[in-house]
């Protein structure tokens, strides 16, 4: 067997890239003030507004308390306000802030320039493909949890 398998070099290839594009987009929310975190709530949110605690949990794939932790910062900068959900006292649906909207703007525009540059040249064909193999792993991956 060789010692560098396909397999192998398909999963450090992988955790490369993934480096390297946090890396970038947490440069990029540090800039605005954010963590990575930070921005990836304000743009589920900027996607889909009103969500409570629980749905952006499930949605970032992170555990309770830390979402709320970065709700907390989120409404000390300014970014989200709590609401409670109608039906529902102890609920609480979180909303972007008219000042959240412009930097999710700002973090959509940085993504789109991004997914330009690094896809630049890569056949559509291959994309799919690429897509269809991550989303097996992905698949793996949640049945190995």
């Not at 990029?28 to 709530?41: E, F, M, P, V």
């Not at 910062?73 to 109608?86: D, I």
């Not at 690094?118 to 190995?144: F, I, P, S």
Request: glycine share 4%; hydrophobic share 45%.
């Amino acid at each position: 067997m060789a010692l560098f398998s396909s397999k192998a070099t398909f999963v450090e290839d992988l955790v490369k890239v993934d480096r390297k594009l946090r890396s970038l987009f947490e440069e990029r929310a540090k800039a605005c003030g954010l963590t990575l975190a930070h921005a990836r709530l304000l743009m589920r949110l900027a996607k889909q507004d009103g969500l409570t605690q629980a749905q952006l949990t499930e949605a970032l794939e992170i555990e309770q308390a830390s979402i709320g932790i970065l709700i907390d910062a989120l409404v000390k900068k300014g970014f989200v306000t709590r609401r409670t959900v109608e039906g529902n006292r102890r609920a609480k649906a979180i909303y972007l802030t008219d000042q959240a909207r412009e930097e999710a703007v700002a973090i959509r525009e940085f993504a789109t320039a991004v997914r330009e540059r690094v896809l630049y040249d890569v056949d559509e064909k291959d994309l799919v493909t690429t897509m269809r193999v991550l989303r097996e792993v992905a698949r793996n991956l949640g049945a190995a949890a």
